[in-house]
């Protein structure tokens, strides 16, 4: 079992940058592929980015590739998106995912809004 904690969302001007941390607690951290994915109103939920559970392979949606970065720390069960330039289309909210084999855990979800 794997319980995440989402933090660090809010308002943002267009430009401006924020870093959403996911906090795990439970076994094993180490074990599972973390994602953040985003889900605006009205839209699908949709993959941000995936990191593997050694921290040595990251993969990036379209819309985010060379603005967003993911990174984890398994020493302190916590993986990390960093966002810059921010846009007004980035506005959604975040979820944070753990993912091994068949087993999978999502966080609440923090909401990040980009407006002037």
């Known amino acids: 079992q794997v319980h995440l904690v989402e933090s660090g969302g809010g308002l943002v001007q267009p430009g401006g940058s924020l870093r959403l941390n996911c906090a795990a607690s439970?076994?094993?951290?180490?074990?599972?592929?973390m994602s953040w994915y985003r889900q605006a109103p009205g839209e699908e939920r949709e993959l941000v980015a995936t990191?593997?559970?050694?921290?040595?392979?990251?993969l990036y949606g379209d819309s985010v590739k060379g603005r967003f970065t993911i990174s984890r720390d398994n020493t302190n069960n916590t993986v990390y998106l960093q966002m810059n330039s921010l846009k007004p289309e980035d506005t959604a909210v975040y979820y944070c995912?753990?993912?091994?084999?068949?087993?999978?855990?999502w966080g609440q979800g923090t909401q990040v809004t980009v407006s002037s």
């Open positions: 995912n753990a993912r091994r084999f068949s087993l999978q855990y």
């Open positions: 439970g076994s094993s951290f180490r074990m599972y592929a």
């Open positions: 990191i593997t559970s050694d921290g040595d392979g990251r």
